[in-house]
């Protein structure tokens, strides 16, 4: 079954510089239960994404066309009070940072148990002895201690901890998380989401993060998709992106993070394109170690090479 259904997503940002088409056209499903990654360069567009899904994309950007379907029901035709019900009790976002998403002002345990009570109707007591076991949850010792901290207070780690039990405290049908370790160190990382993954596991939640880290993608996600200039161009389960990825930003993509430490660092040919400025034909082509004449013209669909394994490239076939 499921849970969220992306249709045909277009999202611009109007500037004083021109137009900017930051989502061309994004199409994705999470099912009950899976835990499907985003990957892609810094610019992509993952963020917009998110934001796009969730209805917060502020001025001078705006969705204009596509389908958002949560369980069927199209979140692009509900009003503000609508989804400020949903948000947070049914659907959850995990920010890149989590210094900007807790409140400096307020103790963190009142922070959650702020989220609780608006969300299950509870005593303001019940609520909050909730938030100390859902801080206890992920892995915070002392819970009851750590509780009355306030944010900076915290370290790095502990925040984004904070910042899933503020997640998952409402038990959310959805979890939607953009670069959840992105800024801590790699040990604090691995701790943080092998827990994460723990309790997305043990509460069968669906949910979709966006990484830059194909080592989260590998160890964590069921299935991946490719962003690239704001279009899916391969999308396909984890076990075969890794084994036979076609596309060949993807190849290229997994070809710079693979590199062992000790050699230079590889990079992928070329720059992304200005989303005001897009190219004609595939947004790839210029970039393209393989490009030929049909893709300067003309835009390749999104095709299925095989089950469940759609790339967006016209020579994907043949590759």
């Known amino acids: 079954m499921e849970t969220l259904h992306v249709k045909d997503l277009y999202t611009k940002f109007f ?3 021109g137009v900017a088409n930051v989502l061309n056209g994004i199409s994705i499903s999470v099912s009950e239960g899976k835990m499907v990654s985003v990957v892609g360069e810094t610019g992509s567009g993952k963020t917009v994404m998110l934001m796009s899904i969730l209805g917060i994309v502020r001025p001078p950007g705006k969705v204009t066309s596509g389908e958002v379907l949560f369980f069927g029901e199209d979140l692009r035709l509900k009003d503000r009070d609508e989804m400020n019900e949903i948000l947070g009790k049914e659907i959850s976002y995990i920010t890149q940072n989590p210094r900007a998403a807790l409140n400096p002002m307020i103790r963190v345990g009142d922070q959650i148990a702020n989220v609780i009570q608006v969300h299950t109707n509870c005593s303001k007591d ?6 100390v076991a859902m801080i206890e949850l ?3 010792s002392d819970p009851k201690q750590r509780a009355k901290a306030y944010p900076h207070e915290l370290s790095g780690g502990m925040a984004q901890r904070i910042c899933i039990a503020l997640a998952l405290s409402c038990s959310p049908k959805l979890l939607l998380a953009d670069d959840p370790t992105t800024g801590l160190d790699v040990t604090i990382q691995t701790q943080v989401l092998d827990e994460m993954a723990e309790l997305i596991r043990k509460y069968n939640y669906s949910t979709l993060i966006v990484t830059r880290d194909v080592g989260v993608v590998a160890q964590y996600c069921d299935e991946v998709a490719v962003l690239y200039a704001g279009q899916l161009i391969e999308h396909t389960d984890t076990k075969t992106f890794f084994r036979d990825a076609r596309h060949p930003y993807s190849v290229a993509f997994l070809t710079r993070a ?8 590889k990079h992928v040919k070329g720059v992304p394109p200005d989303f005001r400025y897009l190219p004609e034909g595939c947004y790839y082509h210029p970039r393209c170690e393989e490009m030929t004449a049909l893709c300067k013209k003309e835009s390749p669909g999104l095709k299925e090479i095989g089950p469940g394994h759609f790339v967006r ?3 994907a076939d043949g590759m």
């Open 258 to 265: 693979r590199t062992i430490s000790t050699e230079r660092r």
């Open 138 to 140: 992920v892995g915070i």
């Open 15 to 17: 500037t004083l510089d």
């Open 126 to 131: 019940e609520a909050y002895r909730q938030a």
């Open 313 to 315: 490239c016209h020579l």
